[in-house]
Structures are given as structure tokens and as C-alpha cells.
């Protein structure tokens, strides 16, 4: 359809990559890099075709398409390019013209203009809040629209209505059932009916399936839900990206308030025995990140643990407490409020067990995996931090009795410099971190480049330490002295090892990664 956005797909033969797979977020590809986010530097209407050749490395199918979901903002973005290309029309002319005018909304828009800024909200960020600026994206047509509450609800009105607008149907009723549920992944094809459809996705709360979708961006966030079978829906915008557990309460009122005078069946319940059970049961590592610069996150502490207690199947995540599934049937599970199957088992294309379930708390694509290797990760960063950590204070230790001229005999200082620069080098990261939010994030200043300075020298620093501490001679430095530094800089080569596997060494988040 479009060979012109660049991409890769090595499963292209089999598994090529449709326009549901952009819709379903099922494409494969990666979220935005830090420097796609935001548009700092080009016009507002910067053309897309140029955002994709400028930023490739999202465009890259990490595992065959259809097959697992995980939320990609460029495939949204190419979605829209698509319409452009097909339509012939600037993709927000086109939306405009075939679907806000025709519901009635009037002034929502994605461009903006001198006509629309006087209506903007004022976007507040951190705490205490403070009045942000407006920030132009570079990916418009995943998540720049503006409209009132009153106008997205008339979108609401749209989906419960099933597509008509006063008495013309814009899309049919199939179409918008057909957008309310999955079909392209392993999970939907093995029988979970819930989950992210095209740009809708479907969650149980307060006992009720609801469908919807919400948005971010700094000073904003905001969420419209609906429920077709009893025809009711809301929409919740609030100005202040601080306000996430407002949102998520709000959410829950409106949904018990506009649900309480319906009932809320579930599905029945069918009893396995505790050995058929079993062989669900094991550890399940995510293995669907949405972002690959954080799939490190994941990789540690982002995992599923399914045992079976009691003689009934629970989830839990690596130190959460045990919650229960319910069969339902077909390797079909729900909790005790669910209203039914939110977590299905299935063969993976390895022979071996995978798990999903739905909604924002649920389990993305999992794997059975081995127990023991999350454990063995987080016990060895841990020390590998400890032992760099007592560099610290042994450092105020020994630049005390350098100053006072205690140790101005002693040779080979540089064993207990360099072991220490490592560490500070790699401290100055989360502080760095720290200070970074909105645009700064992805643009070049001081904080990302002190980032880029600490995992550029900390693991030139962790080598030299080490060599310095190997073949400095044994009878030319204390015995204590000597074991430290080994140690000190041994953890840091370790940790440089898992930051070389996590693809965070010399990071440039100002650059297209």
C-alpha cells in the first residue's frame, strides 16, 4: 500500500504487516523514540513520510506481526498517512470532513491556529502544578485533537447510537462492532473476546465490560467510556498530567454510578481438577514491551507468576499477592467480580505456554519462562549496587587521610579513583533523569547530556578499574585496598554487562536511536 515508509519485517513472507495490525497495535513496532515525541524543531505540519525516514527504528517488526499486542503511536501516525495517501487530502482535512463536521462537532480540530487557541484549556504539570507551554507533536494523528468534553461526547453518542447521526448511518453498526474487539492476536484467536480493537479498547470495571480509549500528553489527560448494552457513556478531561489517580477515580464513580441500576451477570464457573490446573501453572515473562528502551523494566520486575493454592488457579505479579481465576472454559479464566473470561492460556508459536489478559492491569503477551532468573537478576544488580555503593563512604575515608598527608606515600592511588569516577559516573544518570520532563526529555541540554556523558564513561571507567586493580603488583598496594577496588569495579563491569544487553550504553536521547 505504501512502500515508501520505510519498515522491517523479516517475517514478511508470512506474517506481513496490514493496516488492522496498525490498528490493533499489533504490528510489532516499537513506541516513539524520545526525539520523536515532540516537534521542537520543524513546522507543525511537518509531512509524516519525512517523520518515518527520520525515525526508523520504531518502523522495525520485533516479532511477527499479528501475533501480540503493544501499543505503537507510529503505527497510528502511518495509519494516518495512509488516509492521506488514499484520500489525496491532509489526513485532518479528511477527518474533519467525513466525521467531526458530520457529528457535530464544530470546533474540534487537530491543527493549531489562532481560531483554536483562545479555546485551549491551560495544560498544568508537576507538583505544586505549574502552567505548561503547548507542545507540537510530530506524530499528529495519534493524539492531537482538540475538542471540548461536549463535543467528545457527541463521539460517544456516535459509537452508542452504532454508528448513525440523526437519521444517517455514518458507519454501520458491524463496523463499530468490529472496532470494539480484537481479532489479530494469539489471545483473540484463542478465545478472549476483550481487549484493544481498532483504536478502542475494551476493560472490566466495577463488574462491567466498558469500551473506550484514553489520551495523555503533558498538561493533559483524559478518557471516554461507554457501555452499548445499556447505553450510557462519559468523558473525563482534566488539564494537569498530575491528576492520573483522579482520573482513575472519577472513572470508577462515574461506571458504578450510571451501572448501578443494571444487573451484572457473570459466567459461570467450571471446576478443573487441581492437576489439570497445574500445567498452566509456572512463571510468565512479558515479552511484548511497549517501549524497547524500557523493556528492561519489564524484563526485572514486569512478570506473572501462576500457582496453583488451594486447589484454585492464581495470578500474581513476582511479590504481589496471590489473586484467583475462575474457569470459565477453553483455558478461559476470570477474577471473582469479573464478568467473564479476561485471561487466556495458549500454545505459542515455541510449543510452550503463553498468557494474556485484559485491561490496563492485566498481563500483556507473557511467556512461560524459569522463576528463577528474575530472582537471580534482582539479587545480582543488587549486590553488583551495594559493593559500588560502598565506594562512597571509603572515598571520604581515604580523601580525608590524603588531605591531612596520611597516604602521601602510598602509590598506585588511581586503583581507588577509578572505581570510584565509574560509580559517580553512573549516579549522575538517575539525576539526570530527574530533572528531564516534557520536550526536554528528547532535546539536547545539559541533563541529556549528562546522561549521555555517564553511560558513555561508566563502562570505560568499570574496564580501566578493573585492569588497574589486576595488574597493579601485589606487594605495591595493601591487601584490603586492592580487594576492594577488584570488587567495586568487578560489580560495575557486571552492570555494564546488563546495560550492554538493555541497549543503554553512550544513550543520546536527543538523537533518532
Not at 491543527?111 to 505544586?128: S, V
Not at 498538561?219 to 467510556?225: A, D, E, K, M, N
Not at 498481563?363 to 532468573?373: D, F, G, H, Q
Not at 528531564?436 to 571507567?461: C, D, E, H, K, Y
Amino acid at each position: 500500500v505504501a512502500p515508501e515508509i520505510p519498515f522491517k519485517n523479516r517475517w514478511e513472507a508470512t506474517h506481513p504487516v496490514r493496516v488492522v495490525n496498525l490498528l490493533e497495535h499489533t504490528a510489532g513496532f516499537d513506541d516513539m523514540e524520545p526525539s520523536e515525541v515532540y516537534n521542537v524543531h520543524d513546522r507543525y505540519d511537518f509531512p509524516l513520510l519525512e517523520v518515518f525516514k527520520r525515525f526508523m527504528k520504531p518502523q522495525t517488526a520485533r516479532w511477527p506481526p499479528g501475533t501480540r499486542m503493544s501499543y505503537s503511536n507510529p503505527g497510528n501516525a502511518i495509519a494516518g498517512y495512509l488516509i492521506e495517501k488514499v484520500s489525496g487530502k491532509p489526513f485532518d482535512q479528511y477527518i474533519r470532513e467525513a466525521f467531526l463536521r458530520p457529528l457535530g462537532m464544530e470546533r474540534a480540530d487537530y491543527p493549531f491556529t489562532e481560531a483554536n487557541r483562545a479555546l485551549l484549556a491551560a495544560p498544568y504539570e508537576g507538583n505544586p502544578p505549574k502552567v505548561s507551554g503547548y507542545p507540537f507533536i510530530y506524530l499528529r494523528p495519534a493524539g492531537d485533537l482538540k475538542a471540548s468534553p461536549r463535543e467528545l461526547a457527541k463521539l460517544v453518542q456516535f459509537l452508542l447510537r452504532r454508528g448513525k447521526v440523526g437519521g444517517a448511518q455514518l458507519v454501520s453498526p458491524e463496523s463499530i462492532l468490529r472496532m470494539e474487539a480484537p481479532e489479530t492476536t494469539l489471545a483473540a484467536k484463542n478465545g478472549l473476546r476483550l481487549g484493544y480493537g481498532l483504536c478502542n479498547y475494551s476493560s472490566v470495571e466495577g463488574g462491567m465490560v466498558t469500551h473506550g480509549h484514553d489520551g495523555g500528553i503533558d498538561g493533559f489527560i483524559s478518557s471516554y467510556r461507554y457501555m452499548p448494552e445499556q447505553n450510557w457513556g462519559y468523558v473525563i478531561l482534566l488539564n494537569s498530567d498530575n491528576s492520573q489517580q483522579a482520573l482513575e477515580s472519577l472513572n470508577h464513580l462515574a461506571i458504578d454510578f450510571l451501572s448501578k441500576d443494571f444487573l451484572k451477570p457473570q459466567q459461570s464457573v467450571t471446576t478443573l481438577p487441581t492437576k489439570a490446573l497445574g500445567m498452566f501453572a509456572g512463571y510468565y515473562a512479558p515479552r511484548a514491551p511497549r517501549s524497547q528502551l524500557f523493556a528492561f523494566v519489564d524484563e526485572l520486575t514486569g512478570g506473572t507468576r501462576i500457582r496453583v493454592i488451594g486447589g484454585n488457579l492464581t495470578r500474581s505479579g513476582l511479590f504481589g499477592e496471590p489473586e484467583p481465576l475462575l474457569y470459565v472454559g477453553k483455558n478461559l479464566f476470570r477474577g471473582a467480580k469479573e464478568p467473564e473470561g479476561t485471561t487466556v492460556f495458549f500454545v505459542t508459536q515455541t510449543g510452550d505456554w503463553g498468557v494474556v489478559s485484559s485491561g490496563l492491569d492485566g498481563i500483556s503477551y507473557s511467556e512461560r519462562s524459569n522463576l528463577a532468573m528474575p530472582f537471580i537478576r534482582i539479587a545480582l544488580l543488587s549486590l553488583c549496587l551495594l559493593f559500588m555503593l560502598t565506594s562512597l563512604p571509603y572515598a571520604l575515608v581515604w580523601l580525608f587521610l590524603k588531605l591531612v598527608g596520611a597516604l602521601k606515600d602510598v602509590r598506585h592511588l588511581s586503583v581507588r579513583v577509578v572505581p570510584l569516577l565509574a560509580t559517580l559516573s553512573l549516579l549522575i544518570v538517575p539525576l539526570c533523569l530527574m530533572k528531564l520532563s516534557g520536550a526536554r526529555v528528547g532535546s539536547f541540554n545539559l541533563w541529556t547530556a549528562g546522561i549521555f556523558l555517564g553511560t558513555f564513561f561508566f563502562p570505560l571507567l568499570s574496564i580501566f578499574g578493573l585492569v588497574l586493580g589486576l595488574r597493579v603488583p601485589k606487594e605495591e598496594i595493601h591487601r584490603g585496598v586492592r580487594i576492594h577496588s577488584l570488587l567495586v569495579s568487578s560489580a560495575c563491569c557486571v552492570l555494564t554487562g546488563f546495560l550492554l544487553s538493555w541497549h543503554l550504553l553512550a544513550l543520546r536521547l536527543w538523537a533518532a536511536l
